[in-house]
């Protein structure tokens, strides 16, 4: 099963367990030389950063979920691009899907979908330096690039 980066509202494991209802939240882990930025549309996305680092969820994604996601995402109607990138985690480096906004902006970010973020941030206990950076696009800021801590253990038996 393919992991997926989740940094906007794909951390937020209710509405993930209604598109994505075979897939399973793993942990924490940080998408290195990047920042968030706010796409033309409102939503979030990220962008290289070479002293940046971006704090998300990864997700164990079933493949029966992919076109979901897809879909989810509006990689069709090129709303977002599908990279894979490897992001660190308390158990190490490993390669990861990182749904990539087209059109990087700048935007102003929806008011509701950041808030749901927000919280789905805190939910999955984002360290404060990402809910900071989250918080910053909020007040029309450019987040200043994360704070490279060690991530903790948390058991991610299934990345290994």
Request: net charge positive; glycine share 10%; aromatic share 4%.
């Amino acid at each position: 099963m393919p992991l997926v980066f989740a940094y906007g509202s794909n951390m937020d494991t209710t509405a993930m367990a209604r598109r994505c209802p075979r897939s399973t939240p793993v942990g924490l882990a940080r998408l290195e030389r990047h920042r968030l930025a706010i796409m033309r549309e409102g939503w979030l996305t990220v962008v290289r950063a070479p002293r940046g680092a971006v704090h998300g969820l990864l997700w164990d994604l079933a493949l029966a979920d992919l076109s979901a996601l897809d879909r989810y995402e509006g990689l069709h109607a090129g709303l977002y691009a599908k990279v894979v990138q490897p992001v660190v985690t308390g158990a190490g480096a490993k390669r990861a899907i990182v749904y990539v906004g087209a059109d990087a902006g700048p935007g102003v970010a929806k008011s509701d979908y950041l808030a749901a973020v927000l919280a789905a941030a805190r939910a999955a206990g984002l360290p404060a330096e990402g809910v900071a950076a989250l918080e910053a696009l909020g007040q029309g800021g450019s987040p200043e690039p994360a704070v490279r801590r060690p991530l903790p253990r948390a058991p991610l038996s299934t990345l290994d």
